[in-house]
Structure formats: structure tokens, C-alpha cells
């Protein structure tokens, strides 16, 4: 979600997003490997704010920082600070968007020293206005499609960050017994994937979805946040990528649990024409974005179906601030 207003041409919308806890799991593989991994986390910060962007229709014009540290040495060491720097400069190209500077605090005594704490705010705009997506166009018979995650992205850190403590080797624990498997800190930095790329690819080939929701916290119970009264019924699952996987097995999830949790594959959902679905998944691909058509929208009492796993979710399930 964002702000929309109405400034008569055109709409402007705006947001501003914090990364949270990932910074954290960046500070100690850093500690423990001596590799950066800030370039990650920039990635991961600007997607929070532009992946949420893109949910009303909006083409994210304008990126801005704001990275508070606990004291001016963290960006005295150059590697990290360079690194930063690189990862936020590539994922504001890779949206098309203009970096509009920032704020870079000391606030020691704020801000535990060592620590940096990450947000970005984002402004774009709705151009037409007919792209505005706030779901009062969502209606029975229109498809749900799902866009491939990376991995945890950056919601759920708490739980996984809890977890190390129980693995054999922490943060370095491999996620698999396959040879040149990935430890758990690494998995768990993944970048989140940018997704405006994809939406705009979509308004290029001439579909405007009709809703969107960014799959974050509340895992995929964030399908039911429309206000209206609708049964999403999906009988297609994304798969699951391996940090999720192996989260689901050390935590001692099941199922029910991980998917009100975690994205579980799919980081965003699109809700198109029926007859747009196909489409919508091939132009994802065409952008690198694996996608699928995972479901329907019908009429009904507000509730989630995941057929394949006998999951329900009813409006009681759901509690956003």
C-alpha cells in the first residue's frame, strides 16, 4: 500500500519503508566471514518501499536514504560503506529510478553502536489514472498470479534469527547436504526481489492489473487484506525455495504456520483479467521472474483456500495494523 493523492492529471503516490532486522544478520555473517554483505541489504531496503509502491499502480519515479548508525566509524570502514553504496546505486538502476539523496545520522545512544539502521522512501506516480489499483476493480473470475520470492526476503528475520541458536554451526550451518549448498546466513540474504520491473513490463504489453498485494509479514493471510468479500481459491502452489524449507523443518512448523508466516515462494501476488493470466506469467518470465497462475477469485465469504494443502484462512486470521 502507499499514499495517493490526487493532484488532477495524474496521481502521486508515496511511501516510506525500514528494512528491520535484516541489517542485523548482515553485521554478523560480516563478523564471521569477513565478506560484505550491505550491497544485499541496500537491495533489500529499496525493494520494501518500491515493491509496496507498485501495489496502487504506480511507476516509482524518486528513490530517498535514510541510514542511521550508531556512530560515524561505521561509515568510516570502506568496505561496508562502499558496499552500501553499490547495492543502493544497482537497485535504483535496475527500477529505472533517480536516487534523491538522503540522510546518513550518527545517533549514537539512539542507535546501538556498530548498528545501522536502513529505510528508504519512494514517490512515483499513476499516469494515466486509469492504473490506479486500490481493489475497487478486483471482481469474481479474476485470476490470481503469483511471482517467484528469493527467499525469506525481509520479513520473519526475528523467528530465523532466533533459530541459529539451535543449528550445529549457526549462521554457517549449509541449508542441504548438496555439495555447494549455501549456509543458512547466506541463504537468509538473499536480496528481495525488485519487482516495478515486472509491472511496468505489464502496463508496456497492456495489462493493468486490477489489485495487488506484496506478500511481507502475515505471509500469504496479506491476500485477504481487501476490504470486499471474496474467496481466494488457489490450486496452484509456488515452490518453495530452500532457506523456507529449511526454516519450516528446524522451527517445527507445519504448514498452516509457515504460510501465515513466511512468503513461501511467492513474494507478490497480481490479480489480472482471467484472460490476462497467461500473459501476465509470460511477461514475468521475459523479466527473469519465474510466475504462475495460482487460483481464482470467487464470491463468497472472505476467506483463503490453498487447496493442495487443506489450508484455510478466514478473516479472524488476519490482523494488520
Keep these: 500500500s502507499a499514499y495517493v493523492v490526487d493532484v488532477g492529471p495524474f496521481y502521486i503516490a508515496s511511501i516510506v519503508e525500514c528494512l528491520g532486522s535484516k541489517a542485523l544478520v548482515a553485521d554478523e555473517m560480516h563478523r564471521l566471514t569477513g565478506k560484505s554483505y550491505y550491497d544485499s541489504i541496500a537491495q533489500d531496503t529499496i525493494a520494501m518501499a518500491i515493491n509496496d509502491l507498485i501495489t496502487v499502480g504506480a511507476t516509482p519515479l524518486i528513490v530517498q536514504a535514510y541510514w542511521a548508525a550508531g556512530g560515524s566509524d561505521w561509515f568510516a570502514d570502506g568496505q561496508r560503506s562502499a558496499a552500501l553504496v553499490d547495492g543502493w546505486k544497482r537497485a535504483c538502476d535496475a527500477c529505472g529510478v533517480a536516487w534523491g539523496g538522503g540522510e546518513t545520522p550518527a545517533l549514537a545512544g539512539i542507535v546501538a553502536d556498530g548498528r545501522i539502521d536502513l529505510a528508504a522512501s519512494c514517490t512515483g506516480l499513476i499516469n494515466p489514472k486509469e492504473r490506479l489499483s486500490v481493489g475497487?476493480?478486483?471482481?469474481?473470475?479474476?485470476?490470481?498470479?503469483?511471482?517467484?520470492?528469493?527467499?525469506?526476503?525481509?520479513?520473519?528475520?526475528?523467528?530465523?534469527?532466533?533459530?541459529?541458536?539451535?543449528?550445529?554451526?549457526?549462521?554457517?550451518?549449509?541449508?542441504?547436504?548438496?555439495?555447494?549448498?549455501?549456509?543458512?546466513?547466506?541463504?537468509?540474504?538473499?536480496?528481495?526481489?525488485?519487482?516495478?520491473?515486472?509491472?511496468?513490463?505489464?502496463?508496456?504489453?497492456?495489462?493493468?492489473?486490477?489489485?495487488?498485494?506484496?506478500?511481507?509479514?502475515?505471509?500469504?493471510?496479506?491476500?485477504?487484506?481487501?476490504?470486499?468479500?471474496?474467496?481466494?481459491?488457489?490450486?496452484?502452489?509456488?515452490?518453495?525455495?530452500?532457506?523456507?524449507?529449511?526454516?519450516?523443518?528446524?522451527?517445527h512448523q507445519d504448514d498452516r504456520e509457515a504460510y501465515s508466516t513466511f512468503n513461501m515462494g511467492a513474494g507478490f501476488t497480481l490479480f489480472v483479467k482471467a484472460e490476462d493470466a497467461q500473459r501476465s506469467v509470460d511477461v514475468a518470465q521475459a523479466m527473469g521472474v519465474a510466475a504462475w497462475v495460482c487460483g481464482a477469485i470467487e464470491a463468497g465469504p472472505k476467506e483463503l483456500l490453498i487447496e493442495p494443502l487443506g489450508i484455510h484462512f478466514g478473516t479472524d486470521d488476519l490482523q494488520l495494523r
Design 136 to 251: 475497487d476493480k478486483l471482481a469474481p473470475g479474476d485470476a490470481i498470479v503469483m511471482l517467484a520470492s528469493s527467499g525469506i526476503h525481509a520479513n520473519g528475520l526475528s523467528l530465523a534469527r532466533k533459530l541459529v541458536e539451535r543449528l550445529p554451526q549457526g549462521y554457517l550451518t549449509p541449508i542441504s547436504a548438496e555439495p555447494g549448498s549455501p549456509s543458512f546466513g547466506e541463504a537468509l540474504l538473499a536480496p528481495t526481489v525488485l519487482y516495478s520491473p515486472v509491472t511496468e513490463a505489464l502496463y508496456k504489453a497492456g495489462i493493468t492489473p486490477r489489485y495487488c498485494a506484496n506478500i511481507t509479514g502475515h505471509g500469504w493471510r496479506k491476500l485477504l487484506r481487501h476490504p470486499a468479500q471474496h474467496r481466494y481459491r488457489i490450486h496452484t502452489m509456488p515452490e518453495v525455495t530452500p532457506v523456507l524449507k529449511f526454516i519450516q523443518q528446524h522451527a
